[in-house]
């Protein structure tokens, strides 16, 4: 019966270490378990359905944490996903954002932007900078998102809501956007939706 105790007794206390250091939710779900909540609207093969639904599969892992990090705490509303970021852990996040981020990036579909529109949306990235923080072929990098091959109807609302200020949680954009014109942030998402 002392025996049977004593391995009760070390059970339960390597179960609240596990618990204690946030490992409680790798025994209950595995990452990619945990993950699949954003199938339902990023889609199962990494394209959404919504077109006005970013593409994750692929992203920067550090701008994933980054967004999950802000919805959880509010600096980003959306109304479905800050209920699901609240209820990841900072390591939750992390794991997660890593899990995409090894993901290969899917293949839209989308055409390239004619000449014309090229031309324009090159001539107000020079104007406002976007390679800066981007890089050059618009593939991010840390925390900064990848913008080529994004969906255009994202790219066109990510742009406007951080225009109109409905998006918060990056000021600098906030400032690009409301510098650049209705009719430059049309020819930029169409091209790089098309890269």
Known sequence: MVGKLARLVSRGAVLGLLMGTGASLALAQSIPER???????????????????????????????????????????????????????????????????????PDLGQPRSPKDVAAQALSAEHSVGCTGCHLDHFQGDSTVPRLAGQSHDYLTKAMNDFRTRTRGNNPGMTDLMLATPPDDITALAQYLAGL
Do not use: T
């Not at 800050?82 to 209820?87: G, K, L, R, T, V």
């Open 35 to 105: 993950a699949e909540v954003c199938a339902g609207c990023h889609g199962q093969d990494g394209k959404p359905i919504d077109k006005s639904i970013p593409v994750i599969w692929g992203q920067r892992a550090g701008y994933i944490y980054i967004q999950l990090r802000d919805f959880k705490r509010g600096d980003r509303k959306n109304e479905i996903m800050q209920p699901i970021a609240s209820s990841f852990e900072k390591n939750d996040m992390l794991a997660i954002a890593e899990y995409f981020s090894q993901k290969p990036w």
